[in-house]
């Protein structure tokens, strides 16, 4: 079946530091790929997403590319910021015409100043 | 912007009550979703919904039901709560590929 792995939480950073979240997966034909960021007490929102093959998503300065040769799809943001602070998840739709998404189990980014 | 309402932020309920979780959308979405988030584990998705009276399991349905009589709502049920249901519940309703979450339902099972 589907399914995603992300890196473990929490990843621990000061201000103006270098991020990379990684983030695999395994699934049949061609999925869509995501990063949701959730704020503390609130839902997740959308931050990226990819849905083929060497498309690079971005979003307030976070990137992202659709790697199917390492079935990879890692988050990057060249020099984070306290505000940055949240739980990011991984995920992909199954293309099943319901958009239903399959998570990874999410890291947590601290940002000190 | 889209709005995904979740009736309520937080509550607590009793050992076998009934519990309805209650989610409205305002953009005629077709499809809504219902997850749980608990540490550790990530969104596991419980039910979901792809039209009026439509439901499918998603990948944890047990001890749970939904209901959807109108578009815009979209009903989780706890016939008889329990303590492991105690939980993050997240609903969300989809267009295309993108899906818009609520502020989720802190709920616990005491």
């Known amino acids: 079946g589907n399914s995603v792995t992300q890196m473990e939480g929490p990843v621990t950073l000061s201000e103006e530091a270098f991020l990379t979240i990684n983030c695999t997966y395994t699934?049949?034909?061609?999925?869509?790929l995501f990063w949701y960021v959730q704020y503390p007490g609130e839902g997740l929102q959308l931050l990226l997403k990819?849905?083929?093959?060497?498309d690079k998503g971005s979003n307030k300065g976070f990137e992202a590319t659709y790697r199917k040769e390492t079935t990879s799809f890692h988050l990057e943001k060249g020099s984070v910021q306290v505000s940055d602070s949240a739980v990011y998840f991984c995920?992909?739709?199954?293309?099943?015409?319901?958009?239903?998404?399959?998570f990874g189990k999410g890291t947590m980014l601290l940002v000190s100043p | 912007d889209v709005k995904v309402t979740q009736s309520s932020r937080y509550l607590v309920k009793r050992t076998g009550e009934k519990v309805f979780l209650e989610c409205v959308q305002d953009?005629?979405?077709?499809?809504m979703f219902w997850y749980r988030q608990d540490p550790g584990l990530g969104l596991r998705l419980i039910y979901f919904?792809?039209?009026?009276?439509?439901?499918e399991k998603g990948d944890i349905p047990e001890g749970y039901s939904v209901s959807r009589e109108k578009k815009e709502r979209f009903s989780l049920i706890l016939e008889s709560a329990s303590t492991n249901q105690t939980s993050m519940y997240l609903c969300?309703?989809?267009?295309?590929?993108?899906?818009?979450f609520g502020q989720g339902t802190r709920l616990t099972v005491v």
């Open positions: 969300a309703s989809s267009f295309g590929d993108r899906a818009f």
């Open positions: 699934a049949t034909g061609y999925p869509s």
């Open positions: 990819a849905t083929k093959a060497d």
């Open positions: 995920a992909l739709s199954k293309n099943s015409g319901y958009s239903t998404l399959t």
């Open positions: 953009m005629d979405h077709e499809n």
């Open positions: 919904s792809y039209d009026v009276k439509m439901k």
